[in-house]
């Protein structure tokens, strides 16, 4: 059975960079079909989907996150992680590493998820 768990920084402040990781047991990264993905819940707000890394190793970034976000990975270690830079109290959320399955044409949504990590950005 694949579960995911996140770790980090709970506190960032202000104009520095987040940053996360996830690491994965029961699976591989590369594994085919499968996308690793990380995804986060400001206060108040709805689920916010960053991006992932695909088992190839091809990256995508939700296009408003683009230009500060960056997602990597360890296949030694079983480990994927996020990046954000230069924080705002806007990206306060508990950040959740996930799996999305795809094949081809047809996209069969998230099957595991990590626990969830709350992230505070402030000074």
């Known amino acids: 059975q694949v579960q995911l768990q996140e770790s980090g920084p709970g506190l960032v402040k202000p104009s520095q960079t987040l940053s996360l990781t996830c690491t994965v047991s029961g699976g591989s990264l590369t594994n085919n079909s499968h996308y690793w993905t990380w995804i986060r819940q400001s206060p108040g707000k709805g689920l916010e989907w960053i991006g992932y890394?695909?088992?190839?190793?091809?990256?995508y970034y939700h296009p408003s996150l683009k230009s500060r976000t960056s997602i990597s990975r360890d296949t030694s270690k079983n480990q994927f992680t996020l990046q954000v830079n230069y924080v705002t109290p806007e990206d306060t959320a508990v950040y959740y590493c996930a799996r999305e399955i795809a094949t081809g044409d047809d996209y069969y949504g998230v099957d595991v998820w990590g626990g969830g990590t709350l992230v505070t950005v402030s000074a």
């Open positions: 890394i695909a088992y190839s190793g091809v990256t």
